[in-house]
């Protein structure tokens, strides 16, 4: 077993080296700053990154090895259903299960939920039977036990949390009772980073014969995993938060349970024999639930992964993690602005927090146009956010191969950003979209353009100096009234709110005005509004955004992810614009 050496750990992942381009590291003089000229990812909660093994075995499968599994008699497919039946006793070994029959192969951890979801769930569940979810649990431990509760006319309870993020268990002794059939807990909440107390879950569930499932999604990087021990009837997690492949996910199963579960998905190799004349039949444990070609490659290069992790001392990679941990959450308690979301120090290098007096979206921004990727918003965990009063949080997740330095770069720079009142010019821009209300009717005065807004972002080169001149813009929008933001107006589709109003003149042209609570989405604002104000319908249907965006040099606001909603807010002006519905 080798020794953690946290550098040399960090060099296996090519990625982390991706250099900035030399305009950014220019313009925040990072030249002697080492480290920073590369990306700080802090974003290892939504997926980790991959080292070069990984990559390679992957590549190898194609080249080397690549052939359908299970399948056909000829040698190359033997040689794929051995690497691909060799990752499962990988697996296996991995989290201490007692036979291979008893580890699934899956797209993730959503799609092993679904899976226990839609069959033993239906199996096991009647009217008015209860099923126990913690409030923190990430969307894909919350829907599919909704869906199932309507299905089958069970009944959801939901289990809160001490001041510390951690489950009550207090609570959950008063929630348990014989109506309760099954019990879902996430092993490590995705946004709070603290380990609940499953041992307790597992043998409370036991007591009254419920069916305990532990969402080891955010656990299975951080420490090892021993089923027999936990006595859990159900674990699960993705390959992607562990160095592996996205599209690969483990259920693990008791092997009594999985044979008495009918099949979740039909297909080629979960049978046994297929007739129009008899009953169809299935096949043994665990191909009973591996309906269809699986990701091979990646379940192969998941071997990789876990092969790559298991060769360094497990101590003390937890005790690196441990202490990057420490460092950044005391730094963050020297900002006085920080507020954490829950008390006390994360268990595992994930913490969340917001900026009093800033939009997480803003600050989340400004950080990546420091080169640093966090994450913002509710994290696929909206009950949690609700139950603790939040529109969203920031979140910062680490990995071993994070370092100090990162950590120091990184306050740095949120100070910087919760400061930052930006500095670049917009002299020769005027947005200033005077609305003014005559019964309902907006008027608005435009003054800039496409044409000014290209000249003026054509002079900038380096994407930080664009992600200023965006907020600088969006000080020049003219904020909506108090009347005018509501759920009418409001956009559906972007993390931070946004409103949308509309007016037609009699020459048929449309004026748009929007406001958000984020600055940066106000910024984005004034340069679509540039675009489809004072425009009719057509012009408006025709207007290439996509390629505004693209000689703006501002592709990245325009990603169909929901971050930041730019997308949707096009939508809706070019929905209206086609309905001619004016408000
Ligand atoms: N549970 C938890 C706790 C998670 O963090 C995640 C991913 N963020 C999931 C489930 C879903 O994982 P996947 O998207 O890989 O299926």
């Not at 802090?42 to 194609?62: G, K, L, S």
């Not at 990789?304 to 460092?327: D, G, P, V």
């Not at 984005?524 to 955004?545: E, G, H, P, R, S």
Request: glycine fraction near 6%; charged fraction near 20%.
């Amino acid at each position: 077993m080798k020794n953690f050496k946290a550098k040399k750990f960090r060099e296996q992942f090519p990625l982390l080296y991706r250099q900035r381009s030399s305009t950014e590291i220019h313009e925040h003089k990072l030249s002697d700053q080492g480290e920073n000229k590369s990306l700080v990812y802090f974003d290892n909660a939504a997926t980790t990154q991959r080292p070069c093994c990984v990559i390679e075995r992957y590549q190898f499968f194609y080249q080397e090895l690549n052939a359908n599994v299970h399948r056909s008699s000829h040698s190359l497919s033997a040689k794929a259903t051995s690497a691909f039946e060799q990752a499962r006793q990988c697996v296996t070994d991995f989290i201490h299960a007692k036979s291979i029959k008893e580890v699934i192969w899956t797209k993730g951890a959503t799609e092993s939920i679904n899976l226990i979801a839609n069959t033993l769930g239906e199996q096991i569940l009647s009217p008015n039977d209860e099923i126990i979810i913690t409030v923190s649990e990430h969307h894909a431990n919350i829907v599919p036990w909704q869906l199932l509760a309507k299905r089958t006319g069970s009944l959801i309870k939901v289990l809160t949390l001490e001041k510390d993020g951690r489950i009550d268990i207090s609570a959950f002794e008063r929630l348990i009772n014989e109506k309760t059939k099954i019990i879902c807990c996430s092993h490590v909440s995705n946004v709070i980073g603290k380990v609940n107390p499953i041992d307790v879950v597992i043998a409370k569930a036991r007591d009254v014969g419920a069916i305990s499932i532990i969402d080891g999604a955010q656990a299975v990087a951080h420490f090892t995993i021993d089923v027999q021990a936990l006595d859990c009837d159900f674990y699960l997690f993705s390959a992607h938060k562990m160095y592996g492949s996205t599209g690969v996910g483990v259920l693990y199963g008791k092997q009594h349970l999985l044979e008495s579960m009918p099949p979740y998905q039909a297909g080629g190799e979960m049978i046994k024999t297929v007739s129009f004349n008899q009953p169809t039949t299935f096949n043994v444990l665990p191909f009973k639930f591996e309906a269809g070609t699986p990701n091979i490659a990646g379940i192969v290069a998941f071997s990789q992964a876990i092969k790559f992790m298991s060769q360094f001392n497990q101590k003390e990679i937890i005790q690196y993690e441990h202490q990057l941990t420490r460092y950044c959450y005391q730094a963050l308690t020297k900002i006085p602005q920080v507020k954490f979301i829950v008390q006390g120090l994360p268990d595992i290098p994930v913490i969340a927090f917001i900026i009093n007096g800033h939009h997480n979206h803003d600050i989340a921004s400004t950080l990546d146009s420091f080169g640093i990727a966090i994450r913002s918003g509710h994290h696929c965990a909206m009950p949690l956010m609700e139950y603790l009063n939040i529109s969203g949080c920031l979140r910062v997740s680490m990995a071993a191969y994070n370092t100090i330095e990162e950590v120091d770069y990184f306050i740095d720079c949120l100070t910087k950003a919760i400061n930052q009142e930006g500095t670049a010019s917009v002299s020769n821009i005027s947005t200033n979209i005077n609305a003014e209300t005559n019964k309902g009717q907006l008027t608005a005065e435009i003054n800039s353009s496409v044409a000014t807004i290209m000249a003026q972002f054509s002079a900038i080169k380096s994407w930080d100096a664009r992600h200023r001149e965006i907020m600088m813009l969006g000080k020049t929008l003219n904020r909506l009234d108090k009347y005018a933001r509501n759920d009418q107006s409001l956009i559906s589709g972007c993390e931070s709110l946004a409103w949308l109003v509309v007016s037609k003149n009699k020459k048929g042209l449309y004026f748009f005005q929007a406001d958000s609570d984020a600055k940066i989405i106000r910024g984005l604002l004034v340069i679509v509004l540039a675009a489809f104000n004072d425009k009719t319908a057509k012009q408006i249907q025709m207007f290439d955004i996509q390629s505004y965006f693209e000689q703006l040099g501002l592709m990245q606001h325009l990603s169909p992810s929901r971050g930041n909603g730019v997308l949707a807010i096009v939508d809706k002006i070019k929905c209206l614009a086609m309905s001619g519905k004016v408000e």
